[in-house]
């Protein structure tokens, strides 16, 4: 079995969700093998208020552990240590690195898929409508169209530091059928 490693970065908004769910459903198909259970590939959805926060480090850690564990099978996070470096710059003015967690990631052949959209006021604005209906929560920490696109800023800065082999993905027009192009890059057919 081919494993394949992922994270899905990109600031909010960009889309990384509907992608993942398109990868996913294709490495799920290929290479379930179990009729009761989803095993084919894991999704984790490893930012949901641990990013930009005082244990973010740790947790990262215990996810790469949770990545040691099923080094021989398909694994996609949805944000990881890229987030936290741009999150920690905007929230807290802090910058840091994760050379000794990417070299663990590179290791176990992890990849990044950078996911980014036309600095458009105006997709932001239509973006962030349509998530409120949907999460009414995200209110609390919504922002203006300019500050997801100085955050994606960021996230193009910060990519071109990483060690890990990654891609760039356009995410301006969605639906898009440009997860084809993400399984090509991995060889996948």
Excluded: A
Aim: hydrophobic residues 35%.
């Amino acid at each position: 079995m081919k494993n394949n490693h992922l994270i899905f970065e990109g600031c909010e908004l960009v889309g990384k969700s509907y992608l993942i769910s398109n990868i996913y459903n294709f490495l799920e198909k290929k290479y379930n093998k179990n009729k009761n259970i989803l095993d084919g590939c894991h999704w984790i959805n490893s930012d949901i208020g641990i990013f930009g926060g005082k244990k973010s480090r740790p947790i990262i850690n215990k996810y790469i552990n949770i990545l040691k564990d099923l080094k021989n099978e398909n694994v996609i996070f949805e944000k990881f240590h890229i987030s936290d470096i741009v999150y920690q710059k905007m929230y807290h003015n802090k910058i840091i690195n994760y050379k000794k967690e990417e070299e663990l990631l590179l290791s176990l052949n992890t990849k990044i898929i950078l996911l980014t959209v036309k600095p458009d006021k105006k997709i932001f604005k239509k973006r962030l409508t349509d998530r409120l209906d949907l999460y009414p929560h995200y209110k609390r920490i919504s922002k203006n169209p300019d500050w997801y696109i100085k955050q994606q800023e960021e996230y193009k800065k910060i990519i071109k530091k990483t060690t890990l082999p990654y891609i760039e993905i356009d995410t301006t027009n969605l639906p898009t059928d440009n997860w084809k192009e993400i399984l090509k890059w991995l060889n996948e057919k």
